[in-house]
C-alpha cells in the first residue's frame, strides 16, 4: 500500500479537492461542534454547549399550537410561503423588539432560518475576499465561521466588563485604515455576550454607534439573549439609535426554542430588498409551518411571562455555578453575568483550555476552550462554562470535576517548575501571551 507522507497526498483521497471554490477553505469543523460528541454521553456533564433549556416551556401550549395550526390552516403551513416570512409574525417580532427600544417597520423584516442564516446573508451581501470585518474579542465561533468561510479578514477588537471598548475601536479602525484594508462591518453581540457574558454599558453604546457612523461603517447588532435578563432590563439597543447604520439580528432560539429555526433581520430598507433577494436564493423560504406554529403559541400563550420563567431558571443556574467556581476554584477569576448562558473564566498563568480538555473528558466534564472564540489563535488561557442547560445539581458536579482537572495541571506546573521536566500526564501547552481584556 503506498504510504502517504506527502500530505497533498492524503489530500488527493478527495478527488473532487481541486475543484472546490477558494472559499471552501474556510469551512472547518469548529471547536463546539467537535465537542458535541463527547458532551453527549450520558455520563459526561456538559458545560459546553449554549442549549436552552427547552423542558421548561409549557408543553401543552406548545402542543395546542401545533394542534391549532393543523387543524385550522394545514395546508397554507405545509406549503410554501415569503421568502421575507409571514406578515402576521413579523408584526410579532416588532412586539419583541419594543422591548428593547425598537420601533420598526413590518416591511423592513426579513425572517430567517434562525438568526445563524441571518448572519450568512449580510456576510454574502457585503464580504469580498481579504474585506475586514471588526468583532469584539473574543467572539461568537459560528460567527467567526461564517465570516472565514467567505475570506473576511477578521480584526478583533479588545472588550472589558464594560463591554466594547470605545477607544479601542478607535484604534483598530485606525491602524486597518492606515494598511489600506476595506472595513466591512462592526459585528456585536451587546447583550450578555457570547462567550463573555458581558453587557455593553448604556454609556458607551451611543458612542460606539457615533464612531461607525463618522468612519462609513455598518454595525451588525446579534441580539439572540437580549430579553433573559436576570436583575434589571438591557439599555436599548443599538439599533433604537440609528435606523440607517445598524443591521439588528433577533431570534426565537433563546427564549422559545432552537428547533424552531426562526430568526429575522431588521435592516435598513434598501438593505431589506437585498436580504430578501438573497434568502429567496439560498432558501427559496423560511419554513411556513414554523412561522405558523410560533404565531399561534405567541397569540395561545402568555410568552413575556414565559420569558420571566426562563430568567429564574437561568438566574438559579448562574448563581449555582458562581458558587461552584467560588467553592471549587477561587484561585480562578470570572465574570458574574447579568443575564444569558455564560460564564467567561481565566485560568491560571500557564495553563492552556485546548490542551487541557482530554484531561476534562476523562474526568467526565466538558467545556469550550476560548480558543474556539477567537480568529487569531488566542483565548487559550480562557474557557466558556455555560449553565443554561445543565440542572443546578449537575453544575455542582461538573464543578467539582472541573477543580480536578485545573488543579491536576497546576501540579504538573508545579512539578515543571521545581525539576524541569514534565513528570507525567498530558501536555499543558504554557503559553506566555498576557491573558484577554476581560476580568
Known sequence: MAEHNDPTQAISLDPWFNHYADRASGLSVSEVRALFAVASRPEVVSLAGGMPFVRGLP???????????MKTDGATALQYGSGQGTPRLREQILDVMR??????????????TGSQQALDLVTKLFINPGDVILAE??????????????????VHVLMDEHGLIPDALREKIRET???GKNIKFLYTIPNFHNPAGVTLSAERRPE???????????????????????????????????????????????????GFRVGWALAPHGIREKLVLAAEAAILCPSQFSQMVISEYMDQADWEAQV?????????????????????LPELSWNVPNGGFYIWVTLPEGLDSKAML???????????????????????QNIRLSYCYPTPENIKVGIRRLATVVNGELDLLADFAGTGTLTGGPDTGAVSAPPPNLS
Not at 454607534?209 to 439573549?225: K, R, S, T
Request: net charge negative; aromatic share 10%; hydrophobic share 40%.
Open 59 to 69: 408543553e401543552g401550549l406548545v402542543n395546542s399550537a401545533l394542534e391549532t395550526v
Open 99 to 112: 422591548l428593547e427600544g425598537i420601533q420598526g417597520s413590518v416591511d423592513d423584516i426579513v425572517v430567517t
Open 137 to 154: 474579542a473574543p467572539s461568537y465561533v459560528g460567527a467567526i465561521g461564517v465570516f472565514r468561510s467567505y475570506q473576511a479578514d477578521i
Open 177 to 179: 485604515k492606515a494598511l
Open 208 to 258: 460606539i454607534v457615533q464612531i461607525c457612523q463618522e468612519h462609513n461603517i455598518l454595525i451588525l447588532e446579534d441580539n439572540p439573549y437580549g430579553l433573559l435578563s436576570f436583575d434589571e432590563p438591557v439599555p436599548p439597543a443599538l439599533r433604537s439609535y440609528d435606523d440607517d447604520g445598524v443591521i439588528y439580528l433577533g431570534s426565537f432560539s433563546k427564549f422559545l426554542a432552537p
Open 308 to 328: 420571566s420563567t426562563f430568567r429564574d431558571i437561568y438566574r438559579e443556574r448562574r448563581d449555582t455555578m458562581n458558587s461552584a467556581l467560588n467553592e471549587h
Open 358 to 380: 482530554p484531561r476534562a473528558v476523562t474526568e467526565l466534564v466538558a467545556y469550550t476552550p476560548g480558543t474556539a472564540f477567537y480568529a487569531d489563535g488566542g483565548g487559550r
